[in-house]
């Protein structure tokens, strides 16, 4: 019983956007999906919906190809990012007519809680979607997530464009939906450090391949910030993997991955700290070395 | 596949109110003319307008479809099979509901205009087909290239808007004079009329499919 994706690659005009991805997602959990921009999640998203065809993999959901299979498809819901620029045809259309057609495709649209996010939100649903703030249009797509009562939900950055109330608005009823329903919900998203508390699992794409995928806590578990007299570093992290080097004059500081039965010698003049996911995220992807005078 | 229908039938709906809309500015650019026709040439002369308005609407809609509410389906969850499939339904429904209005309303009017028209049935059928075909050709073919749906909706725009003010400028007759010429076009080449039709709709099966296997869900 799970979301699966295997061998996954797509490409655009010759270029590799995703390279032999392979992930699953298992029922009743809270993913994070991270990544640079340009990193591959919403085409990842975009595949495991069947909203884009891979160029190669394929996609299951409980052992049945979700491409083509409607009752496969009952059980997905993919709420992405709507463009309300002019060009795009779907900025004449009213929220409340996009709602409609919502409720009519998916089976179990919960009419009486688009009815209660609408009136959270304050969406005014008359006026036209080209008409939105970007902020509306995230509180739109992210009342298409919860209604629609899907058993997966992917979202693609749900809180863009949406003031710190509204975040913890949309932070607090995903928790809820999650705890009265054990949905499982794939949350892409840039801002780390405020959804991590909700990430269970974690899956972090850098340059269109896999490079982390598991559970935050043992994750973060892995991955330490080492940190004082340069010398003293580089002896305690002799031997281990560094991702990110920060130097300030003689001091420096390190965050190191851990592998199995690996440690850092705490013998020497060393702090040791645990990372944030952001910071954990940042050495794996980020520029690998800061140097301060 | 209820849930689908659902939403086609009432595409449908929609785009008729537009069509009806049209028809009725015709209506009243004919009665405002200088020479108004009698009650009973009127009215037998409305499904005309309505067939005219038909084919403008089933034009555009077939080409905004593909850009706009195919891709938001297939973002809502429904399968592409499907999506197509619903997309055929409201063709034939909004082709066959408008032609059952035209034939009902020449079915009660009496006259030599309303026999012309029930024996024109045929031909208009086949007419709307492939204007519909034409229109679904132009749609998948902006989904690729946005010039081709720009120039695809300013050809049969500029046709209809030459028509309304050719109906506005003249009077009455002027429309009648027009309708004269389609349906003499119609009436003379209808085996070749035919063919260009399954061509065009067989092309149109083909892009379709072609085009709804590979796209993605952008909106």
Redesign the interface.
């Known amino acids: 019983m799970s979301l699966k994706c295997e061998h996954i690659v797509k490409t655009y005009s010759g270029r590799d956007v995703l390279q032999d991805v392979s992930v699953e997602f298992q029922p009743g959990k809270i993913y994070g999906l991270i990544g640079r921009n340009g990193a591959g999640k919403t085409t990842l998203l975009?595949i495991l919906?069947?909203?884009?065809?891979a160029s190669a993999g394929t996609v299951t959901l409980d052992g049945e190809k979700v491409w083509?299979?409607?009752s496969a498809?009952?059980k997905?819901?993919?709420s992405?990012e709507?463009?309300g620029s002019a060009e795009?045809?779907?900025s004449a259309?009213k929220v409340k007519e996009y709602l409609r057609?919502?409720s009519?495709?998916?089976?179990h649209w919960d009419k009486a809680l688009e009815k209660k996010l609408v009136d959270l939100f304050q969406l005014d649903v008359k006026k036209k979607i080209g008409k939105q703030s970007k902020g509306m249009l995230s509180m739109v797509t992210i009342i298409l997530a919860l209604c629609a009562k899907?058993p997966y939900t992917l979202l693609d950055e749900p809180v863009a464009g949406l003031d710190v109330v509204a975040r913890e608005q949309f932070y607090k009823l995903l928790l809820d939906e999650y705890t009265a329903t054990g949905r499982t919900f794939v949350i892409s998203t840039h801002i780390i450090e405020e959804a991590a508390p909700l990430l269970e699992e974690i899956v972090i794409l850098h340059e269109g391949k896999v490079l982390v995928e598991g559970n935050t806590q043992e994750f973060l578990d892995t991955m330490a910030y080492v940190s004082g007299r340069d010398a003293d570093v580089d002896a305690a992290t002799a031997g281990l993997e560094v991702h990110h080097t920060e130097t300030v004059g003689r001091s420096k500081g390190v965050t190191v991955f851990l592998r199995p039965g690996q440690r850092i010698n705490e013998s020497y003049d060393v702090t040791v700290q645990p990372v944030s996911l952001q910071q954990a995220f940042v050495a794996l992807c980020g520029e690998g070395e800061k140097h301060e005078a | 596949m209820r849930?689908?229908l659902?939403?086609w039938t009432r595409y449908t709906w929609e785009n008729a109110e537009i069509m009806l809309s049209l028809t009725a500015l015709l209506g009243v650019l004919m009665l405002l003319g200088r020479t108004r026709p009698a009650w009973d040439v009127f009215a037998a002369r409305v499904p005309y307008l309505l067939l005219m308005s038909g084919c403008f609407t089933l034009y555009l809609v077939n080409t905004?479809s593909h850009?706009?509410y195919i891709p938001?389906?297939?973002?809502?969850?429904?399968?592409?099979?499907?999506i197509l499939y619903g997309f055929l339904y409201y063709r034939l429904l909004a082709i066959l509901t408008t032609l059952a209005a035209c034939g009902l309303i020449w079915a009660l009017i009496p006259g030599e205009i309303s026999r012309q028209g029930l024996r024109h049935l045929p031909i208009l059928l086949v007419a709307m087909l492939l204007l519909s075909a034409l229109g679904s050709i132009a749609g998948t073919l902006t989904v690729r290239w946005k010039w081709v749906g720009l120039v695809a909706l300013m050809i049969p725009s500029g046709i209809f808007g030459g028509v309304i003010g050719y109906t506005a400028v003249g009077d009455g007759t002027h429309l009648e004079k027009v309708l004269q010429v389609v349906t003499r076009l119609l009436t003379g080449t209808v085996w070749p009329l035919v063919l260009v039709t399954i061509v065009a709709l067989a092309a149109d099966g083909l892009l379709q499919h072609r085009v709804a296997?590979?796209q993605?869900?952008?909106?």
């Open positions: 975009s919906t069947a909203q884009n065809p083509e299979n409607r498809l009952e997905l819901c993919f992405r709507i463009s795009s045809g779907i259309m057609i919502a009519t495709y998916y089976e899907a | 849930r689908n659902k939403f905004s850009t706009l938001l389906l297939i973002g809502m969850g429904e399968t592409r099979r499907n296997m590979t993605e869900a952008k909106i």
